[in-house]
């Protein structure tokens, strides 16, 4: 634990004991510190809100200046349960009352283990520690949102109040956070998403269902379109798969049951609902029967991978084929709680920018550098220069992981060679590899600091087998494939969500849902104003009219806040010298300008792709 998570960690037993002078009932369970800060779950029948949240944060400062000491103690298991039993554990004492969260997270802990507890005041609580020296250590501090969170994260436990809040070692740096978080706000892709009129989410579709509007559905199609460019300099081929396969192929792969819980429901033919009905087959006996294979269903696709194993191995291959590169933009579908649903970036149904390549094992290593060069240029594109690689390799001894340890060997080091080669600092993460195989994610920070996971490239040993595809090699024998996964976007859900609040919504233009808006000075240069726009769209470029009867300014500030890249006053002045009145977004008023040649500038610019 860093010096600033030992200080957050130390701010959340303030924020429990200041909750205990308030709500003496109050009963505490979990109080880590996280990335954003740190958070306790508590059970309290008084509903906290943000208006609370004044009240609570003097009692904390009271506690900071009392300066009490972190004490750290060493118990049994059996005198921590004593003290859980007195009402003595993350309590204030005197009630007596059983700390029943605690006592359950310490029925969980093995007998005969020591139990560490830390005192502050008249405050103990479970903790493996580190804390800061005293509470006088904390620096400044501030509480920031409440939100609901099931006990451990099982919706079958009792709901709990999570109280979530930020703290640093000095207030300075405190309000350099307040600023971002309102820089934040106000790049929030929901807003703008709903502002700019990007995207939609409607109930009566489904939480976590996007619907792209036309203006979304610009930005996502010129994504597609960048990246098409690219897949066919490097001899990739297109393909198309349905939304819906069979369960049986699901379980061949493993993504059946072993990623279930993320899975929709399967999906059962209505012949065999009706003969199962017939046999008396309940709901419950139907779902063991799907687990165990015994009835047979469909799944919302969850992967690609799947079938575009059944497209390479729908035909002979070859050594001399190899590599076969099959990509596409294919949706799928995960089930995620409600609770974790975020505007674009966490999604029930997304579309990713998909590719699986079947390589001999001594193409691995260039196709693996071709992928992370892929990436490299996506990230370029958008000035994305700021990034990490993380290495998900498997967790010695965990039972998560199919295959032979000796391809495993031999995928992580293909893995890590080709981390080494990008330049930038990557961090090898036990435990987070794929079930089939390592993976390389790239970690990006934007223009105001936040990372965003994106990119992704993984090697996979294990898939070509459990589907036992093979290859002719050159002694005329079979050989097994190395299959690469590989998204450089991701997802196009998440990456658009990304790119609104890292451009806050002010698109470069070439990717712009709207290029170019003409505002006629009146109707009475409705003509002119129509013969621009057609010259603007017969070059390429998206430009509207606004047809309105506001006045020029109120026309030029809507566009403004449109975020429109170029905005072409017309009037009578234009409309005789055939030429336009330029204001563009990043530098203003620019002046006069000849039709044509303006035109074709613009063209250029679209095609360089500028930011």
Same mark, same amino acid.
Request: hydrophobic residues 40%; contains cysteine; aromatic residues 10%.
């Given at each position: 634990?860093?010096d600033?998570?030992?200080?957050?960690?130390?701010c959340?037993?303030?924020?429990?004991?200041?909750?205990l002078?308030?709500?003496p009932?109050?009963?505490?369970?979990?109080?880590?510190?996280?990335e954003?800060?740190?958070?306790?779950d508590?059970d309290?029948?008084?509903?906290?809100s943000p208006?609370?949240?004044?009240?609570?944060e %003097?009692?904390?400062?009271?506690?900071?200046a009392?300066d009490?000491?972190?004490e750290r103690?060493?118990?049994? =298991?059996?005198?921590?349960?004593?003290?859980?039993?007195a009402?003595?554990?993350a309590?204030l004492?005197?009630?007596?009352?059983?700390?029943?969260?605690?006592?359950d997270?310490?029925?969980?802990?093995?007998?005969?283990?020591?139990?560490?507890?830390?005192?502050?005041?008249a405050?103990?609580? @479970?903790? %493996?520690?580190?804390?800061?020296?005293?509470?006088g250590?904390?620096? %400044?501090?501030?509480?920031?949102a409440?939100?609901? %969170?099931?006990?451990?994260g099982?919706?079958?436990n009792?709901?709990l109040?999570?109280?979530?809040?930020?703290?640093?070692?000095t207030?300075?740096?405190?309000?350099?956070?307040?600023?971002?978080? &309102? *820089?934040a706000?106000?790049?929030?892709?929901?807003?703008?998403?709903?502002?700019?009129?990007?995207?939609?989410?409607?109930?009566t579709?489904g939480?976590?269902?996007?619907l792209w509007?036309?203006?979304?559905?610009?930005?996502?199609? *010129? @994504?597609q379109?960048f990246?098409?460019?690219?897949?066919?300099?490097?001899g990739?081929?297109?393909?198309?798969?349905?939304h819906?396969?069979r369960?049986?192929?699901y =379980?061949?792969?493993?993504?059946?049951?072993?990623?279930?819980?993320?899975?929709?429901?399967?999906?059962?033919e =209505?012949?065999?609902?009706?003969?199962?009905?017939e046999?008396?087959?309940?709901?419950? !006996?139907?779902?063991?029967? @799907?687990?165990?294979?015994?009835?047979?269903?469909?799944l919302?696709?969850p992967?690609?991978?799947?079938?575009?194993?059944k497209?390479?191995?729908s035909?002979p291959?070859?050594?001399r084929?190899?590599?076969?590169?099959?990509?596409?933009?294919?949706?799928?579908?995960?089930w995620e709680?409600?609770?974790?649903?975020?505007?674009?970036?966490?999604?029930r149904?997304?579309?990713?920018?998909?590719?699986?390549?079947?390589?001999?094992?001594?193409q691995m290593?260039?196709?693996?550098?071709?992928?992370?060069?892929?990436?490299?240029?996506?990230?370029?594109?958008?000035?994305?220069?700021?990034?990490?690689?993380?290495?998900?390799?498997?967790?010695?001894?965990?039972?998560k992981?199919?295959?032979?340890a000796? !391809?495993? !060997?031999?995928?992580e080091a293909?893995?890590?060679?080709?981390?080494k080669?990008?330049?930038?600092?990557?961090?090898e993460?036990?435990?987070?590899?794929?079930?089939?195989?390592?993976?390389?994610?790239f970690?990006?920070r934007d223009?105001?600091?936040? *990372?965003?996971?994106?990119?992704?490239?993984?090697?996979?040993?294990?898939?070509?087998?459990r589907? !036992? @595809?093979?290859?002719t090699?050159p002694?005329?024998?079979?050989?097994?494939?190395?299959?690469?996964?590989?998204?450089?976007?991701?997802?196009?859900?998440?990456?658009?969500?990304?790119l609104?609040?890292h451009?806050?919504?002010?698109f470069?233009?070439?990717?712009a849902? *709207?290029q170019v808006?003409?505002?006629?000075v009146?109707d009475?240069?409705?003509?002119?104003?129509?013969?621009?726009?057609?010259?603007?769209?017969a070059?390429?470029?998206?430009?509207?009219?606004?047809?309105?009867?506001?006045?020029?300014?109120?026309?030029?500030?809507?566009?403004?806040i449109?975020?429109?890249?170029y905005?072409?006053?017309?009037?009578?002045?234009?409309a005789?010298?055939r030429?336009?009145?330029?204001r563009?977004?990043?530098?203003?008023?620019e002046?006069?300008?000849?039709?044509e040649?303006?035109? &074709? =500038?613009?063209k250029?610019?679209?095609?360089?792709?500028l930011?």
């Amino acid at each position: 634990m860093n010096d600033l998570e030992k200080l957050r960690h130390s701010c959340a037993h303030v924020l429990a004991e200041a909750m205990l002078r308030i709500w003496p009932e109050a009963q505490f369970a979990a109080g880590p510190p996280v990335e954003q800060g740190f958070y306790y779950d508590v059970d309290l029948s008084h509903r906290v809100s943000p208006e609370d949240f004044p009240k609570i944060e %003097a009692e904390m400062a009271k506690i900071v200046a009392e300066d009490q000491k972190f004490e750290r103690s060493v118990v049994s =298991r059996a005198d921590a349960m004593e003290l859980g039993r007195a009402g003595k554990l993350a309590a204030l004492g005197g009630r007596g009352v059983p700390s029943r969260y605690k006592l359950d997270i310490l029925e969980g802990i093995p007998e005969g283990e020591e139990i560490s507890l830390y005192r502050n005041g008249a405050f103990t609580d @479970l903790c %493996a520690g580190p804390h800061v020296d005293s509470t006088g250590r904390i620096g %400044a501090f501030a509480l920031t949102a409440v939100a609901s %969170a099931y006990y451990k994260g099982d919706e079958k436990n009792p709901q709990l109040q999570r109280i979530y809040g930020i703290a640093f070692p000095t207030a300075g740096e405190l309000e350099k956070w307040r600023v971002m978080q &309102e *820089e934040a706000r106000q790049r929030d892709h929901r807003k703008l998403g709903r502002e700019l009129q990007l995207f939609h989410v409607d109930e009566t579709v489904g939480a976590g269902l996007i619907l792209w509007t036309p203006k979304g559905a610009i930005v996502r199609q *010129e @994504l597609q379109n960048f990246i098409s460019e690219e897949l066919r300099r490097q001899g990739y081929e297109q393909v198309f798969t349905p939304h819906i396969g069979r369960l049986e192929l699901y =379980r061949t792969s493993g993504h059946y049951p072993y990623y279930s819980d993320s899975q929709y429901p399967p999906l059962v033919e =209505r012949e065999t609902l009706h003969r199962l009905a017939e046999e008396g087959c309940s709901c419950a !006996d139907l779902a063991a029967r @799907l687990e165990k294979g015994e009835a047979e269903g469909y799944l919302l696709k969850p992967m690609n991978c799947p079938m575009h194993i059944k497209i390479f191995d729908s035909q002979p291959r070859s050594y001399r084929d190899l590599p076969v590169r099959l990509a596409e933009f294919g949706t799928v579908y995960r089930w995620e709680q409600s609770g974790e649903l975020n505007g674009m970036t966490r999604v029930r149904g997304f579309t990713q920018d998909d590719a699986h390549l079947f390589v001999t094992e001594d193409q691995m290593a260039a196709e693996i550098q071709g992928c992370l060069d892929l990436v490299k240029k996506v990230f370029g594109a958008f000035d994305m220069k700021d990034y990490r690689v993380r290495l998900g390799l498997r967790e010695p001894g965990s039972d998560k992981y199919v295959g032979r340890a000796g !391809d495993w !060997d031999r995928a992580e080091a293909a893995c890590r060679d080709a981390a080494k080669t990008l330049g930038v600092p990557y961090t090898e993460e036990p435990g987070e590899a794929a079930f089939y195989g390592p993976k390389i994610d790239f970690v990006v920070r934007d223009v105001i600091g936040r *990372e965003w996971q994106l990119g992704t490239v993984q090697v996979d040993f294990q898939l070509p087998e459990r589907f !036992d @595809l093979h290859y002719t090699g050159p002694d005329n024998k079979p050989h097994r494939p190395v299959m690469i996964h590989r998204a450089p976007f991701g997802s196009m859900e998440r990456f658009v969500g990304v790119l609104i609040e890292h451009f806050a919504g002010a698109f470069p233009l070439w990717l712009a849902p *709207e290029q170019v808006r003409i505002l006629p000075v009146s109707d009475k240069f409705a003509d002119y104003a129509a013969e621009v726009v057609a010259a603007f769209r017969a070059a390429g470029v998206r430009a509207v009219v606004d047809t309105s009867q506001d006045k020029l300014g109120a026309k030029i500030r809507l566009a403004q806040i449109n975020k429109v890249p170029y905005m072409i006053v017309v009037g009578g002045k234009e409309a005789e010298s055939r030429q336009v009145s330029v204001r563009s977004r990043k530098a203003g008023d620019e002046g006069s300008k000849p039709l044509e040649e303006f035109v &074709e =500038r613009i063209k250029q610019e679209i095609g360089e792709r500028l930011l």
